[in-house]
């Protein structure tokens, strides 16, 4: 598939009846759409970019995508309730969009990485505005892999792309596919099944795993989930709840994508 998959005509005729504000170039997707979201915006709309000058990761890294290679957006909600629930659903969409495109290998990396055969090929940054006490809504930042060229950038072994020479993928219609079914998810925030269906797709329970939290690295077998999206780690004298943190199975941290 060529670059021009995603051009503003072609999500007008692919996506009718959704604002969708596409950027060819622009700082972040998430801090645009946090801006339209305190001016107002309607729960629903997707800003996407070609392009981000200043693509935020999680744990305040980096996420950088030449033009081209990526598909980089961010969905506004306004959830009535379940809305620390966003961001699994955000790896939950995109691992089913991937299985719809007949991707194999599909899985979750706790707590919401998407990943292709163990490799990231998915990040997702939720991000939750508030005024004094009250939500505004939740922007839900996702960045996917298309075909980006890792060559030489160190992440040849630990990332991957949607795109292989025998599976040319269309942006747009990538785009398309995760909307419906994140448009399918959003009224099930804060339910159970949305949970049961995240924790079917996680590939590392009842694996080793090394958890970097901050200056605290935490080893041993990942055994559980918890409602609230915790890990639960068999450490040397307890268990440990990990609630936030960088995992890596079987080996030392690395990041992808
Ligand atoms: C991660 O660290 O894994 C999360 C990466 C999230 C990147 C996406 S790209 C679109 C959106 N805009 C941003 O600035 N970040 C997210």
């Not at 693509?55 to 290679?69: A, I, K, N």
């Not at 419906?180 to 269906?197: M, Q, V």
């Not at 990942?222 to 409602?227: T, Y």
């Amino acid at each position: 598939m060529h670059i021009h998959d995603l051009l503003p005509e072609r999500l007008a005729e692919q996506i009718p009846g959704r604002i969708i504000r596409f950027h060819a170039q622009i700082g972040s997707t998430n801090t645009e759409a946090l801006r339209l979201l305190r001016e107002g915006a309607p729960g629903g709309t997707v800003v996407v970019a070609d392009r981000q000058t200043a693509g935020r990761g999680r744990l305040d890294r980096r996420w950088h995508s030449p033009s081209g290679s990526a598909l980089m957006f961010s969905l506004l909600l306004r959830p009535q309730a379940g809305y620390s629930d966003a961001g699994m659903m955000a790896a939950l969409g995109v691992a089913e969009a991937l299985e719809g495109f007949g991707v194999p290998g599909v899985g979750i990396k706790w707590p919401n990485d998407v990943q292709i055969d163990g490799r990231k090929v998915c990040g997702v940054l939720p991000e939750v505005e508030w005024q004094g006490d009250s939500l505004v809504g939740v922007v839900l930042g996702i960045g996917i892999n298309v075909r980006v060229d890792f060559n030489g950038s160190g992440l040849e072994w630990t990332a991957a792309n949607v795109e292989t020479s025998d599976r040319p993928i269309d942006r747009t219609l990538l785009l398309k596919a995760i909307l419906a079914r994140l448009d399918h998810w959003t009224p099930h925030l804060g339910e159970r099944t949305l949970f049961e269906a995240w924790r079917a797709r996680l590939n590392m329970l009842g694996r080793m795993v090394n958890i970097q939290q901050g200056e605290m690295t935490v080893t041993g077998m990942a055994l559980r989930v918890e409602r609230d999206g915790a890990l639960i780690v068999e450490g040397e004298q307890d268990e440990v709840r990990v609630i936030a943190g960088d995992i890596a199975i079987g080996r030392p941290t690395v990041q992808g994508g």
